[in-house]
């Protein structure tokens, strides 16, 4: 998963405001839930499924082979950032798939747009399957409008190598790891201990653990907190230790940051749980000397962590079969069997806990090759991953952070107030677009 700016913004998709109000495991078979209004089809029937994801049709043949009333067409439609208005228009135009793969800070806008299913009566049965927070990402005023496919829970990757030859100790902390940096800096000053996070998914995740939450929903209302605490909080840290000169202050996955990784010059990557394959990717020869932990807290004894990535699988309004494709993610996403499929043929990190459960004894990351508990470690995480909502334009604020940010590091000005110009420009839009925001 590359770190990308994309236009998916609720404003270029011409979406108008709509009320978001509320409107066990599974093995490869067709019996599963049913909501109390929709019959299943009295024949064989076929579901159109679109998504991205990695040797997913893969998967799709082992539920074809065991489940011939109920088979599977997958369509590898377009990537995560161009699937959003090729579903908008297909549905529009009538000839939209059954079911469909969304990142999580996508679906509201999807959700908004008429594309999105309520599904809630149809998955209720198999809630349990995921943690608290996996399910909330995909819950709108109590509405459940998709299954969690895969989780992006934030974890610390650093060079394990490297902290024995500098002396470093994982850092449990926000503070030690500020400390750290500024040693470890001042030793050697080509080496920084990290980055400055300039990308809104990175930012987010960071708010998110210290306890905040970019937006909230009550029924047809919206509550922006962008340029209040937590997130102006968060902000001062970053900004106050790059002062210092002890942090690389450039984009993540440029060739330059790529570089450094790879020279061991760059020390530490706060990212989501799939991280360990794009540093590989970037800095093949640092395999096997690198490892994973817990971000460090805002707070001494905390456990949380923030998201970062991860997508959701929903029924469109229009499919005439949504029965059926409630059985089918039920397998695919919630049971243990289906989600090991995912992690160990997709390789993705499922949602599911029993999918990261069963990774325990899987072949952890080349890139750790010698953490042999990574799998554990990044269950444990992902248990205590903070619940968040997502609103209906999560580029445009993205994008508006990027830019904002980088103008006041470029200029000397606060990150904090560049955050509260933020707030402005996404209350701006989110009201031009009809929707009704708490002032």
């Known amino acids: 998963m590359k770190i990308t700016r994309t236009t998916a913004a609720l404003a270029s998709l011409g979406i108008a405001a709509l009320t978001l109000a509320g409107c066990s495991s599974a093995g490869a078979s067709t019996e599963g839930s049913t ?15 679109w998504g991205w994801a990695p040797n997913m049709q893969k998967v799709v043949d082992i539920w074809n082979k065991a489940n011939p009333s109920i088979q599977v067409k997958y369509t590898e439609a377009a990537g995560a950032s161009d699937l959003p208005p090729k579903l908008l228009s297909a549905e529009r135009a009538g000839n939209g798939p059954d079911v469909a793969q969304a990142e999580y800070q ?6 908004v747009g008429g594309v999105v299913k309520d599904i809630t009566d149809n998955v209720k049965s198999f809630k349990s399957e995921f943690t608290d927070s996996s399910w909330a990402s995909t819950t709108l005023n109590g ?70 939450n970019w937006w909230t929903a009550d029924g047809d209302k919206w509550k ?10 968060v902000a001062d840290y970053w900004q106050k230790l790059a002062k210092t000169g002890a942090l690389y202050t450039q984009p993540f996955l440029t060739p330059e940051w790529n570089k ?19 540093i590989e990717s970037v800095a093949p020869d640092t395999a096997g000397k690198w490892a994973a932990a817990p971000l460090p807290q805002w707070k001494s004894g905390d456990v949380n962590t923030g998201f970062m990535g991860g997508s ?24 243990k069997e289906g989600s090991g499929y995912l992690a160990s043929i ?41 619940k968040v909502t997502w609103g209906p334009n999560v580029q445009t604020a993205f994008d508006a952070f ?15 107030d560049a955050l509260k110009t933020v707030q402005d420009l996404t209350v701006a839009d989110l009201e031009k677009n009809g929707f009704t925001v708490e002032r």
């Not at 990027?402 to 904090?416: E, W």
């Open 35 to 49: 909501s109390d209004t929709e019959t299943a089809a009295s024949g064989p029937v076929t579901l159109d499924y």
């Open 106 to 111: 996508k679906l509201p806008s999807l959700v």
């Open 143 to 212: 509405a459940v409008y998709a299954v969690p496919q895969d989780a992006g829970p934030m974890m610390m990757f650093y060079r394990a190598d490297l902290f024995a030859k500098y002396g470093l100790d994982e850092p449990k902390t926000w503070a030690d790891f500020a400390t750290a940096a500024e040693k470890i800096h001042a030793a050697d000053p080509s080496v920084y201990l990290g980055t400055l996070p300039q990308d809104g998914g990175t930012f987010t995740g960071l708010v998110q653990q210290a306890g905040g």
């Open 224 to 233: 922006v907190s962008i340029g209040t605490s937590p997130s102006t909080d």
């Open 260 to 278: 450094l990784v790879a020279d061991g010059k760059i020390l530490t990557w706060s990212a989501g749980v799939w991280a360990p394959g794009v």
């Open 312 to 335: 959701a699988v929903f029924i469109t309004k229009s499919s005439k079969h949504p029965v059926e494709s409630a059985k089918f993610l039920e397998w695919l996403n919630g049971s």
């Open 346 to 386: 997709s390789n993705i990190y499922p949602a599911s806990i029993a999918g990261q459960a069963g990774l325990a004894s899987a072949s952890v990351p080349t890139l750790m090759s010698a953490q042999t508990d990574f799998y554990s470690i990044a269950a444990e995480v992902s248990a205590h991953t903070a």
């Open 402 to 416: 990027s830019d904002k940010l980088q103008a006041a590091q470029t200029g000397g000005t606060s990150f904090s």
